[in-house]
């Protein structure tokens, strides 16, 4: 069973514009939702993470929206950098459940110069 | 401050046979846990491990199997390997005692399946 789907499956921007990625989950038991970034043949790295006492959470280019009422979050990337090209992957947990994540599917973000 | 390290990162094996991953967690960290990345996938939870013991298993087999040592390094055993079993194998430390709830992954180990 899915409980968190990530869309879209690829998403291309170009420089300079915003990228938006999008996540919904099931489980009402998840407390903790973050952001992970993934380059070609390395592992995921933190990026942001988010908890559902609030609706917003900034850190330089990258902001996370929630919406706990429709079990929704979003990553947004300002200013978007070829840099930023790689895999990005929404989870979520329980704090309770240790270092137990549910990915989503990832999103292939392309940002051409 | 050394990082989550992984080996072998690539193996071969055929249908059948076993296999031992190994993970050395980060410095500090008591929690290590092991996803399964196929393809074009998002990680799959496996198991995780604190003080050597089992602590949680996602919906996997008992033929993975995984054991977790006193310097906190780790590993994952797979038996009877399947062609399904393909894929990228992450390990993932963090710590219970800081209670920041991020993981640190390694750079995995690819596995083939003939």
């Known amino acids: 069973q899915q409980q968190v789907k990530q869309s879209p499956q690829s998403l291309i921007v170009q420089k300079g514009g915003i990228s938006i990625i999008n996540c919904a989950y099931e489980n009402t038991a998840f407390d903790y939702f973050p952001w992970y970034q993934q380059f070609p043949g390395k592992g995921p790295a933190l990026l942001i993470a988010?908890?559902?006492?609030?609706s917003e959470k900034k850190e330089g280019r990258f902001t996370i929206s929630f919406n706990k009422s429709a079990k929704q979050f979003s990553l947004h990337i300002m200013d978007s950098q070829p840099g930023d090209s790689a895999t990005y992957f929404c989870a979520a947990s329980k704090e309770t459940s240790g270092s137990r994540l549910t990915f989503g599917e990832g999103t292939q973000l392309t940002v051409n110069p | 401050e050394t990082g989550v390290t992984q080996s072998p990162t690539h193996l071969i094996k055929t249908r059948g046979q076993q296999v031992t991953l190994r993970c050395s967690s980060q410095s500090g960290h008591n929690t290590v846990s092991w996803y399964q990345q196929a393809l074009g996938q998002g990680p799959q939870f496996i198991f995780q491990y604190y003080r050597e013991e089992e602590n949680g298993r996602g919906n996997f087999p008992p033929r993975f199997s995984g054991l977790q040592f006193p310097n906190y390094s780790s590993e994952l055993n797979v038996n009877a390997l399947e062609l399904d079993d393909s894929a990228l194998y992450l390990c993932?430390?963090?710590?219970?005692?800081?209670?920041?709830?991020?993981?640190?992954f390694g750079e995995g180990s690819r596995l083939t399946v003939l």
């Open positions: 993932a430390s963090s710590s219970r005692t800081l209670h920041t709830g991020e993981l640190f």
């Open positions: 988010i908890r559902p006492d609030v």
